[in-house]
Each structure stands twice: as C-alpha cells, then as structure tokens.
C-alpha cells in the first residue's frame, strides 16, 4: 500500500520537523511504502526563505553595526534551516516531485492509495498562510485514494465564515476525520457535520532513543525553548527558580538575554537530547510541552494567546493544567511543589491513549482493506 503524507515539513520549526518525521517513521515501521509530499506552497516557502538571505540584500542606508547584527542573524537562520533540512533528508522519504503550486500537485491525483493530512495546524486558515484548499486535499480524487487527517488542527482559528461551504465540501470527502484538539473537534463536527475524532500529536507515537544527542553541558540546567517574547514576571519567575535550584539556564532555538548558554542553530537531535536531559523545562510552545511530558520533566509553561487553546487542551488530557505560569506559582518555588508532578498517573493516561491513537490511525488506513490484522505495539 503506498501512503502519501500532506502536511508542513519545510519549514525551520523543531515541532513542525518532528511532527512529520515522527508520522512518517510510525508508518513505515508498520511495514507501508510511505512519503512524503514535497509541497511547499510559495508564500508559506518565501515566508521561512526571506530571514536567510544575504547581507547584500540590506539597505545601504543601514549603518555598518547594524548590517554586521543582520547578517549574523542571516548566518544563524541559515545554519538552523540547513541542520533541519539534513535532519529531515536523513529521516523521511520525499516525493519524487517537489511542488510550489496548486496546479502541480493535480499530477498526484491518483499516485497513492492513502493521503493523510496532518499533523500541526494545517488547516488554521486564522495564519499567515490563510486558506489553501490543498491542505484539504482537493486535488486528489477520491474515487482511486482514501482521504484521512491524522491530529490535523484548526489552531486558533474558531470559526471558518466565508470558507465553511468550500470546507465543509472538503471534510465531508474524506473517509476518516482524525484531529488533534478540541476546538478542531468542534469545528468539523458542528461546521461540516463530519464525525471526527481525537487523537495524539504523531510526536507521541514513537521512541527517540536514536534521534536524540546528548547535550554536552556539565552543569543541571533549565532549558528554555520559547517563541515568543515573555514578560518581566515570567523573566523573573525563571531567574529564581535557576538562583534557587542553582540551575544554568539554557535556550534552545532563539536568543535570550537571562541565558548564560545560547544554542539559536541546534539541530533536531540536539533539540531532543536537550530536553530529555534538563532538569526542568520553560516553554510558550506546543511541542516543548509535548517533549516535556515524553521524557517525564517538571515543566512550566507560559501561554501566549495564539496558543492557548491547544496547549491548555493538552494539559487537560493529562491532568496538567497547574503547569501553567500564574503569579501563584511564585510561592512554589520555596516548597518544590514546582517539581511534583505524578508521572505514574500520566503514563497510564498517555500510554492508553498511544495506543488507541495509533489504533484509529492503521483503522482508517486499511478502511475497506480485509484479511488485515491491526498490530500497533
């Protein structure tokens, strides 16, 4: 059976690289010939493109000190985007074809028995990259390919006004509606009136024993990995809890002036083996709060509003909705609470729902499909 995956794989985001490389490698450990659809959709391509060009691009206008940070931050773009390129290249299959456009992809009309679409937020149509109908998978033709999303997501979007009629056409094509939150849950059940079901991010469906580098870092440390700027308070908040606990605070991924150790061009390995070995974890992001559920950390999170929805969704799954920053966890610092969090209970919870995530995933594939056995150990 040969299984094409559409989602966001080129772009210069850890989550986003892991979530498609963490769909691929379940797949093609459950023995199917699957790729990945090398779309990239020319504004969501120049959009992660445009911070690396050259220093030659600047103003002359700019004075000398200026173009000199510019081009430092070009440089750092670049090595980041080229070790997540190397890392993807090294881990996934790749379609033959590389797309930049809606009309190139009808060629793949009938290449596949399955496309899947997802993981990440595919189909936030409240972004950047607005509406785009391929995400929805309509140049595929369901008379020769089953169409399925696996943990696809709405992200902040929470209505889909003038687009709910093309939409709701769409969704109502696939075979199978799997998401990856609660709002999109809602969405496709009251806008399109289309069963869907949740599921687990594909980050969680896999090992990464072998997909981690071990920091070289001597010292414990904090690990922040935030995209977004934090407020005095939460500055604060990780200041004493590093003085307290005699922490060195790390960044992975980004600058930030309270880190004593800067890592902006980590790989993805690099990524994974610093979070599985920090002491505790800081993040404003979807996937460090995955990562540090996956390896069992103490972790704070600070919630930014486009997030809000699908991080605290996912804490609520668990039982960690207490792991979000308030000026009540201040006073946790001097009595450890911060650090108790009941891994036991959690890994029955997450186990299980593993479990039926990949389950609903290899259903929806062999839909149709007899004599097929579901093995997802």
Same mark, same amino acid.
């Given at each position: 059976m040969k299984i094409g995956i559409l989602t966001f794989h080129h772009v210069d985001n850890y989550g986003a690289t892991l979530q498609a490389c963490a769909?691929? +490698?379940?797949?093609?450990?459950? %023995?199917?010939?699957?790729?990945i659809?090398?779309?990239?959709?020319?504004?969501?391509?120049?959009?992660?493109?445009?911070?690396?060009?050259?220093?030659?691009? &600047?103003?002359?206008?700019?004075?000398?000190?200026?173009?000199?940070r510019i081009n430092q931050k070009s440089l750092i773009n670049i090595s980041k985007y080229w070790k997540m390129r190397s890392f993807l290249l090294s881990h996934v299959k790749l379609s033959q074809k590389r797309f930049y456009d809606k009309k190139g992809l009808k060629s793949y009309h009938d290449k596949y028995d399955v496309v899947i679409c997802g993981s990440d937020q595919i189909w936030c149509i409240a972004s950047f990259r607005g509406y785009n109908s391929s995400f929805f998978l309509d140049f595929v033709s369901n008379k020769t390919t089953r169409k399925i999303s696996y943990a696809a997501s709405f992200g902040?979007? +929470?209505? /889909? *006004?003038?687009? @709910?009629?093309?939409?709701? +056409?769409?969704?109502?094509?696939?075979q199978t509606i799997l998401v990856r939150d609660s709002n999109s849950l809602?969405?496709?059940?009251?806008?399109?009136?289309?069963?869907?079901?949740k599921v687990l991010d594909p980050t969680f469906l896999i090992k990464y024993d072998a997909l981690k580098n071990p920091p070289k870092i001597a010292?414990?440390?904090?690990?922040?990995? &935030? @995209?977004?700027?934090?407020?005095?308070?939460?500055?604060?908040?990780?200041? /004493?809890?590093?003085?307290?606990?005699?922490?060195?605070?790390?960044?992975? *991924?980004?600058?930030?002036?309270?880190?004593?150790?800067?890592?902006? =061009?980590?790989?993805?390995?690099?990524w994974i083996g610093l979070h599985s070995e920090a002491s505790y974890i800081v993040t404003n992001t979807?996937? %460090?709060?995955?990562?540090?559920?996956?390896?069992h950390k103490p972790f704070t999170v600070f919630l930014p509003s486009d997030k809000s929805n699908k991080v605290r969704d996912l804490l609520n799954d668990f039982g960690l909705t207490n792991r979000i920053f308030s000026e009540k966890s201040k006073p946790q610092l001097f009595n450890k609470q911060i650090f108790?969090?009941?891994?036991?209970? &959690?890994?029955? =919870?997450?186990?299980?729902?593993i479990m039926e995530s990949k389950k609903h995933l290899i259903e929806a594939i062999l839909q149709g499909e007899t004599d097929s056995k579901i093995n997802v150990e």
């Open positions: 769909l691929w +490698t379940f797949l093609n450990s459950q %023995g199917y010939d699957v790729e659809i090398d779309y990239r959709p020319l504004k969501i391509a120049w959009m992660y493109f445009r911070p690396l060009l050259p220093i030659k691009r &600047v103003k002359s206008s700019i004075n000398e000190s200026k173009k000199i902040n979007t +929470t209505e /889909l *006004g003038s687009y @709910q009629q093309e939409i709701y +056409t769409l969704i109502n094509q696939f809602e969405i496709v059940t009251n806008e399109c009136n289309k069963e869907a079901i010292s414990k440390y904090i690990l922040l990995y &935030v @995209q977004a700027d934090m407020e005095a308070e939460e500055e604060e908040f990780i200041k /004493l809890l590093a003085e307290q606990q005699n922490l060195t605070i790390v960044s992975v *991924g980004r600058y930030e002036r309270l880190a004593q150790i800067n890592l902006e =061009t980590a790989s993805p390995k690099d979807f996937h %460090g709060t995955v990562f540090s559920i996956i390896f108790d969090i009941d891994y036991e209970s &959690v890994s029955i =919870t997450l186990e299980s729902k």
